[in-house]
């Protein structure tokens, strides 16, 4: 069986979120099945081609839109995993040579580029070139697009003319199409008039397609007319049927229901596992955690923070936004470092209000605080080895990769049970010394409050914290069974 995946981000070469983590894994996970995949993807500036051991192919493809042609450059490698993962950057510097993914960064003002729309329609475009041209042996059974980005390839590749059919292969048509989706927050909703601009098929700009309020959604292109879906947990399929957490998509959700599946993400665990992890200053494992002790007195070096061994350190990396829960931490931290020993590292960038805020409680807490706003993998690693918590208290999550992380890391983390943070966390029971984490239900500072009180009692009891350590350290979220999923998803 042969799979195209088209995504916007994969790592380890572009991102900015858990869709390149996801990238990064699943394709190497199902070609260890035997599947043949292929990845397309977008060749941003950030990307060196020539560090990877990619390859410039002479011709380039012929794309039309709107009856232009355009050139499209094409550079193609394997995964970093081995010579079992295609991979296809496509080369349009109009469209992807700048800074940024989806738009400039925060210091240059933040907010999606203009074009985002027609940058990710040469991206469905091309994957569709890439599928048909005979010289690349690329003929996909199935084609699997990841968020709104890979909307255009959906309708792309529903066009009737395009010439699927192969000589003596009377029986192949064309490929069948998955959709996945990682965040139903982000939607790519765009003006109508991108329809005549982007080629779009206009037969299926209507409710029971594309069209979303007058609008195109390219990303209800791909749950509307995929002919199956994905999603990245069992929970979160359930929540995105109601009106809750469907952001104005739950009915057609719901209709869709019996072709939706929640198929929790994975971990790779070559990346993220303590005990070969190059990004740290000490590995560590759980039957030999003195790694993770040195680990923490670097992070709170790292950090200017007094280095306190006793004292616990809890850790956040996300986005700065409300999705994330910050304003429930801002809240809920406020009353906590006033009566409390703790301190407190973050890692990310978001909502200016956010940062401002957490930037004005380290002012006030010098010794208890610090944040870095910026993205930097290496630091990421070193705050899930050197934390002894994790806060993760999402509005909604959809699966979230991080709470992953911190169990491998011995970092039991502090979860609101939603979506994939409620599949992965087992509640931790003092009685029954059970548990791999610290849930809460409600969305409030108080809720918060309370379980990040009741992590930071238990942290204090030192045999029962270092048990819980070792039971989050014990559960397994590898690729395998999931990607086991998503092979039976396509055959059927």
């Not at 009915?251 to 971990?267: D, E, Q």
């Not at 990310?348 to 380290?362: F, I, N, S, V």
């Amino acid at each position: 069986m042969r799979v195209m995946h088209v995504a916007s981000e994969v790592a380890p070469y572009s991102k900015s979120g858990g869709l390149a983590d996801v990238l990064g894994a699943l394709p190497d996970a199902l070609s260890r099945l035997g599947v043949e995949v292929t990845v397309v993807t977008p060749r941003y500036r950030s990307i060196d081609p020539t560090r990877f051991g990619f390859a410039r192919r002479l011709e380039p493809l012929r794309i039309s839109l709107a009856g232009h042609q355009s050139e499209v450059g094409i550079y193609e490698g394997f995964g970093s995993a081995g010579p079992k993962v295609r991979i296809f950057f496509v080369d349009h510097p109009e469209s992807f040579d700048r800074d940024g993914l989806y738009g400039p960064p925060v210091s240059a003002g933040g907010g999606d580029f203009s074009d985002n729309a027609r940058r990710f329609a040469i991206l469905g475009k091309a994957a569709l070139a890439i599928a048909l041209d005979p010289k690349l042996n690329a003929r996909p059974d199935v084609i699997h697009g990841h968020d709104w980005q890979a909307g255009p390839a959906m309708l792309y590749a529903l066009d009737p003319s395009l010439p699927w059919a192969e000589p003596g292969m009377p029986n192949r048509g064309a490929p069948k199409t998955v959709f996945t989706l990682h965040n139903l927050a982000y939607q790519g909703i765009f003006n109508s008039q991108i329809i005549s601009e982007l080629d779009l098929p206009g037969n299926l700009f209507h409710p029971d397609g594309y069209e979303y309020w007058g609008n195109v959604s390219l990303l209800k292109a791909g749950l509307a007319l995929a002919e199956r879906l994905t999603t990245v947990s069992p929970r979160y399929a359930r929540e995105i049927q109601t009106s809750e957490y469907g952001h104005g998509l739950d009915g057609l959700l719901r209709a869709r229901s019996s072709r939706l599946h929640g198929i929790l993400n994975g971990v790779d665990y070559r990346v993220w596992n303590p005990e070969i992890d190059s990004l740290l200053p000490a590995q560590y494992s759980a039957d030999a955690l003195a790694g993770k002790r040195a680990c923490k007195a670097a992070l709170q070096a790292e950090f200017g923070l007094p280095l306190r061994p006793d004292t616990p350190l809890c850790g956040s990396i996300s986005r700065l936004v409300e999705q994330k829960g910050f304003d429930l931490v801002i809240s809920a931290l406020s009353k906590i470092l006033a009566d409390e020993d703790v301190q407190y590292v973050v890692l990310g960038t978001g909502d200016p209000a956010l940062e401002r805020a957490l930037a004005e409680m380290q002012t006030v807490h010098p010794k208890k605080v610090s944040i870095r706003v910026k993205y930097d993998e290496g630091l990421a690693h070193r705050i899930e080895a050197g934390s002894d918590l994790f806060v993760m208290p999402s509005r909604f999550e959809p699966c979230g990769l991080n709470q992953i992380y911190s169990l491998r890391y011995g970092t039991p983390p502090i979860v609101r049970a939603v979506g994939g943070l409620d599949d992965t966390i087992v509640d931790f029971d003092a009685h029954s010394e059970t548990g791999t984490g610290f849930k809460f239900s409600e969305y409030t500072p108080a809720a918060l409050e309370e379980t990040w009180r009741r992590a930071l009692r238990t942290y204090r009891t030192v045999r029962q914290f270092t048990a819980l350590q070792k039971r989050a350290m014990a559960q397994d979220f590898s690729w395998a069974a999931s990607a086991k999923k998503y092979l039976d998803l396509y055959r059927s």
